[in-house]
C-alpha cells in the first residue's frame, strides 16, 4: 500500500496523558499536513511541512500540542496534557508541491483520539 | 464571516436526480480550489480539483465563478453511492487549505 498511513487507528486516553500519533506520507511527497476533525464539520489545519520545515501553525494549535518532521518523511504530533476537548480525529495528509499552485492532498485513515 | 461557507444540508434526492451544491469563499486571493467527499467515518478523498474555466469527470461538473467567489459542484444522475460530504477546498498558494464544513448528500433509491 502506498498511500499515507497512520498510526495508531484510535487512542483512549485519560485526561492528563500525553499521547503521540504517527504519519507516513506517500514517500515522494514533499509535503505534510495535520488537520483535527470533529463530528459535523470540515478538517481544520493545525500545521504542515515542507520536507522537514515546519511552515505554518495554526492559532488553534496551543503549546500543549508539538509536531515533527525530523528528516522530511514521517511525522510525529504530540498532545501533552490531554484534554477532553482534545477528542477529534486526527489527520494527515501529504502533497507533491513545486509548482505555482497547489496540489491535491491525499489523507490517511486517520487516528481517532477519544480523551477521558 | 467563515473563509468557506456551505450549506451543510442534508440533500435529499433519489437516484438519477441532478444535484448541485455551492460553496463560498472570502479569501479573493485564494488561488486553488477542489471539491473533496468524505463518507461516514472515512478520510476525505480527493474527488476533483476545481479550474477557471470549469471541468467535467464523467458525471460531476465543478466550476468555478471568481468574481462572486463561489464554487460549485453539479452531479448529474445520482447514484447509490454519491452519498456522502462533499467538502469545498480553497488554498492561496503558500499558505494552509481551508475546508468547508462540508454538504451532506443522501441519494435515495
Not at chain 1, 58 to 69: G, I, N, Q, V, Y
Not at chain 2, 10 to 34: H, K, L, M, R, W
Not at chain 2, 54 to 69: I, M
Request: proline fraction near 5%; glycine fraction near 8%.
Amino acid at each position: 500500500d502506498t498511500g499515507v498511513s497512520q498510526n495508531p487507528r484510535h487512542k483512549i486516553t485519560k485526561r492528563g496523558q500525553n499521547v503521540t500519533f504517527r504519519c507516513d506520507p506517500i514517500s515522494e511527497h514533499n509535503r505534510l499536513y495535520w488537520y483535527r476533525q470533529t463530528l459535523g464539520q470540515g478538517p481544520e489545519f493545525l500545521t504542515y511541512f515542507q520536507n522537514e520545515a515546519q511552515l505554518e501553525k495554526s492559532r488553534l494549535l496551543s503549546d500543549r500540542f508539538s509536531a515533527e518532521r525530523p528528516k522530511g518523511s514521517f511525522s510525529t504530533l504530540e498532545i501533552q496534557r490531554t484534554e477532553q476537548g482534545d477528542s477529534a480525529m486526527y489527520l494527515c495528509a501529504s502533497s507533491l508541491e513545486g509548482g505555482h499552485k497547489a496540489s491535491e492532498q491525499y489523507f490517511g485513515p486517520g487516528t481517532r483520539l477519544t480523551v477521558t | 464571516r467563515k473563509e468557506v461557507e456551505q450549506d451543510p444540508g442534508p440533500f435529499n434526492v433519489p437516484e438519477g436526480a441532478t444535484v448541485a451544491f455551492n460553496c463560498t469563499y472570502s479569501n479573493s486571493a485564494s488561488q486553488s480550489f477542489f471539491w473533496y467527499r468524505q463518507d461516514c467515518r472515512k478520510e476525505p478523498k480527493l474527488l476533483m480539483s476545481v479550474y477557471s474555466s470549469g471541468n467535467e469527470d464523467g458525471r460531476f461538473t465543478a466550476q468555478l465563478n471568481r468574481a462572486s467567489q463561489y464554487i460549485s459542484l453539479l452531479i448529474r444522475d445520482s447514484k447509490l453511492s454519491d452519498s456522502a460530504t462533499y467538502l469545498c477546498v480553497v488554498n492561496n498558494y503558500g499558505q494552509n487549505f481551508v475546508f468547508g464544513p462540508g454538504t451532506r448528500l443522501s441519494v435515495l433509491p
